[in-house]
């Protein structure tokens, strides 16, 4: 039998076998089609000659984010894709039991619906916000100018007791970030970046993920990846801040559907 702990950082199930690996599949599409990517790199070639590479995205399969490396049968993945796996587990029969609850409930409230009472939400805005209320991790992945940086300030206000950090690779977009949330929550926004650190004291902070180790492992409570092109890379930088194994985070990329785990 299965034995499985739940808690905030990762789930961990005792007794996973090899092919359990395969349970559901996230997939990142790429950012253009095959033929816009053959279009771009022939008009490459033309220009600058040579083979210029075109970076594509790639689509990753399976559910387990980390494997215990002393112990095989011993899986960590994101808490926001027990229900898919609880699901498999009840479909194909597998017996299972949960030995330890530890989520912690103060790290999911409910939405100050006070906070947000003026806000004006375009199309399905309200549904992404809905759908980052009742998931303990996800990707909302939406058009350009959906209103991705709108939709982080309006978390951070319907979220006030969460400690929130919010990242991206990008030192621009940090700078970019850090003053348009200054202005949604004043006096509660800190950047971490770009030889900046003004996170003392601030419930919120901005930072680029070369700079997240930096941040106490017990500061933030959601951890939203902004522009996330590499959720790979993500998830590692954000192992490497909240521990091992991973943590959950809600992720947004440009130019594809809307989707949550």
């Not at 996170?199 to 500061?219: A, H, M």
């Not at 522009?227 to 091992?244: I, P, T």
Request: hydrophobic share 35%; proline share 6%.
């Amino acid at each position: 039998m299965l034995q499985v702990e739940l808690a905030d950082p990762a789930i961990t199930v005792h007794g996973w076998a090899p092919a359990m690996d395969k349970i559901g599949e996230y997939t990142l599409k790429l950012r253009k089609t095959p033929e816009e990517i053959k279009a771009e790199r022939e008009t490459l070639r033309a220009r600058y000659g040579g083979n210029p590479k075109v970076q594509q995205m790639k689509y990753e399969k399976g559910t387990v984010i980390e494997h215990d490396s002393e112990d095989p049968e011993t899986v960590y993945f994101l808490p926001g894709l027990w229900p898919r796996v609880k699901d498999w587990f009840e479909t194909n029969k597998v017996e299972y039991e949960i030995t330890a609850d530890n989520r912690n409930p103060d790290i999911r409230p409910p939405i100050d619906f006070e906070a947000i009472k003026d806000v004006q939400f375009r199309a399905t805005q309200d549904l992404a916000l809905a759908l980052i209320a009742t998931s303990d991790c996800g990707i909302i992945a939406t058009t350009t100018s959906y209103g991705k940086s709108f939709l982080i300030g309006v978390v951070c206000k319907a979220f006030p007791t969460l400690r929130i950090l919010v990242c991206t690779s990008s030192t621009m977009v940090v700078s970019t970030l850090y003053e348009y949330l200054c202005k949604q929550i004043p006096g509660e926004v800190g950047i971490l970046g770009g030889g900046k650190d003004t996170t003392n004291g601030k419930r919120v902070v901005v930072s680029t993920l070369k700079s997240i180790t930096r941040i106490p492992k017990d500061g933030p409570q959601l951890v939203i990846c902004d522009e996330c092109l590499n959720r790979r890379l993500a998830l590692d930088k954000e192992s490497e801040l909240l521990g091992h194994p991973n943590s959950g985070a809600i992720s947004s990329q440009s130019r594809d559907r809307l989707s949550h785990s």
